[in-house]
């Protein structure tokens, strides 16, 4: 049951990173949700720094998610890399919280 109080949270912090805050659907993978945005990484893997040319900084997708609470871009851990919470090739419902591993939370909106 938490999880998927949990996985229904995530896509829908997710959503609200939309400019047009629609929802995105649980099933949706990362990399489909960017569609041709999706950047490409010569080792097969998107780094962080990668993730900022469009996402610019952890302060401006703290500003995404704000309402949601706990802000998920917003850790005592600073800059932690975004493959710990994003993986390009699950779900949104699949995703797990790094945090999760110390803490038991779950992302409400305000």
Do not use: I, R
Request: with cysteine.
């Amino acid at each position: 049951m938490m999880m998927k109080t949990f996985a229904a949270a995530l896509a829908l912090a997710a959503g609200l990173m939309l400019a047009d805050g629609s929802a995105v659907a649980a099933e949706q993978t990362l990399q489909q949700f960017h569609g041709k945005n999706w950047p490409v990484a010569k080792d097969g893997f998107v780094q962080k720094n990668q993730c900022l040319k469009c996402h610019v900084s952890y302060e401006a997708l703290a500003e995404q998610t704000k309402n949601v609470t706990p802000n998920p871009h917003v850790s005592h851990q600073g800059a932690v890399d975004c493959q710990e919470c994003h993986q390009a090739n699950k779900p949104f419902k699949d995703v797990k919280l790094m945090c999760n591993d110390c803490h038991n939370f779950t992302l409400k909106k305000k």
